[in-house]
């Protein structure tokens, strides 16, 4: 942000064959832009592709752990059949939301500078040979950065290292978002010619385009909500009380007077058998 626009004319602190210098700062900006969505945008898509699969539904919050990423390129192909299925299924995810990249940088830039940063066409070079060229630079970009980033060996840890909530939204949300703007536009920016050319040459349907992208960025919203809040603890319900029992009530006083009740007789076998009348035989 505090470049000095006098250096602009300075040379390269380095060289080489791998070593680009754009024509314009705005293809510079341009190149810069390209490579924070296609290759930090890819990382970032093999961490969250790595977490879904790692840490699934109903998993909600920050992660549990770190993992190694998933890969999109089988060390050995055909060895394992079930490991070359699950590398061509996080290969067909990384693609999707590539060339989404690929479409949100062109609807955001310059169409000239775009050209210019990677076409180097003359001006006698028709237009539809430079959106050709323009298309293929993009994809080829778009390839080697899956088939670098995509072999494993990287943790989600450090991928997502700045924060899982921020590169959710930075890096992840905003592509969805577009997808969705663009094709709710009237009429649709994806229904132009250079998306279409675009997504013709990586052979993609805006449909499967929508799903893959919306499906990641759906699911792995969970790993950016909050945490479910712990359930209070209850206290333990205090022991009741026991109530005294009622007293018993006063036995009423005796119809015969005032006085204390005479006590009952108690009969004996002897008093009943002196009933009887008369002593036994002898």
Same mark, same amino acid.
């Given at each position: 942000?505090d ?9 390269l ?13 705005a293809?510079a ?7 924070i969505?296609t290759?930090?945008g890819t ?8 977490l ?6 109903p ?20 060895e ?9 299924e ?6 999707c939301?590539?060339v ?5 940088l062109?609807?955001?830039s310059?169409?000239?500078v775009a ?7 003359d ?12 298309c ?16 494993g ?5 450090? /991928? %997502? !290292? ?8 930075g890096r992840l949300l =905003?592509? #969805?978002k577009?997808?969705?703007? *663009?094709a709710?536009?009237s ?10 050319l ?14 893959? /992208? %919306? !499906?990641?960025?759906?699911?792995a919203?969970?790993f950016?909500e909050?945490? =479910?809040a #712990?359930?209070?603890?209850?206290? *333990? ?5 026991k109530k005294?029992?009622?007293a ?8 015969r007077?005032?006085?204390?009740a005479?006590p009952?007789?108690?009969?004996s ?14």
């Amino acid at each position: 942000d505090d470049d000095d626009d006098g250096d602009d004319d300075a040379p390269l602190p380095f060289g080489g064959d791998g070593v680009y210098a754009p024509d314009s700062a705005a293809a510079a900006q341009f190149l810069h832009r390209r490579k924070i969505l296609t290759v930090n945008g890819t990382h970032t898509t093999l961490a969250f592709l790595t977490l879904a699969a790692k840490e699934p539904p109903p998993h909600k919050g920050l992660p549990k752990g770190s993992y190694e990423l998933v890969r999109a390129i089988p060390g050995t192909p055909g060895e394992d059949e079930l490991e070359d299925l699950e590398c061509e299924e996080t290969y067909r995810n990384a693609w999707c939301f590539a060339v989404a990249r690929q479409l949100l940088l062109l609807f955001e830039s310059d169409y000239e500078v775009a050209a210019a940063a990677l076409t180097e066409c003359d001006g006698a070079t028709s237009s539809s040979a430079v959106d050709a060229k323009l298309c293929d630079a993009l994809l080829s970009n778009a390839r080697a950065a899956i088939d670098r980033l995509g072999r494993g060996g990287d943790e989600t840890a450090r /991928v %997502l !290292g700045a924060g899982v909530v921020k590169r959710y939204e930075g890096r992840l949300l =905003p592509v #969805a978002k577009f997808l969705e703007t *663009a094709a709710k536009s009237s009429p649709s920016w994806l229904a132009t010619p250079l998306a279409r050319l675009l997504l013709r040459k990586a052979k993609l349907t805006q449909t499967t385009l929508r799903l893959a /992208v %919306l !499906g990641l960025t759906a699911d792995a919203g969970r790993f950016a909500e909050p945490e =479910p809040a #712990a359930a209070p603890e209850h206290e *333990a319900p205090s022991t009741p009380k026991k109530k005294k029992p009622p007293a018993s009530p006063a036995r009423p006083p005796s119809k015969r007077g005032d006085g204390p009740a005479s006590p009952r007789r108690v009969m004996s076998m002897a008093n009943l058998a002196g009933l009887g009348g008369g002593a036994g035989p002898s």
